[in-house]
């Protein structure tokens, strides 16, 4: 998946949070109704514009992230494995 072909920072759009090409659908903002408990069908069901294969672009996009140390807890909620 290159997501890369879905998945934009454009100043000009939502201060150049990424979005979803041709949306003004933040990453951020799709996280986080997945995260209250959406589905990628409630999503695909409310913003017609969106499309699984940029889901999927968008999920690929925060692995790249945290893959690559992108993404971090902060300093203050690291624990020590015990």
Known sequence: MNWQEYIVADE??????????GTRLSVEFLLERLAD?????DLLDNYPRLT??????M????HANVKDNLL?????NLRRAS
């Open 72 to 76: 971090l807890f902060p300093p203050h």
């Open 59 to 62: 999920f690929a996009f925060v």
């Open 12 to 21: 000009e759009v939502l201060s150049g949070k990424p979005t979803i090409k």
């Open 37 to 41: 408990g959406w589905t990628e069908q």
């Open 52 to 57: 699984r294969e940029a889901l999927q672009a």
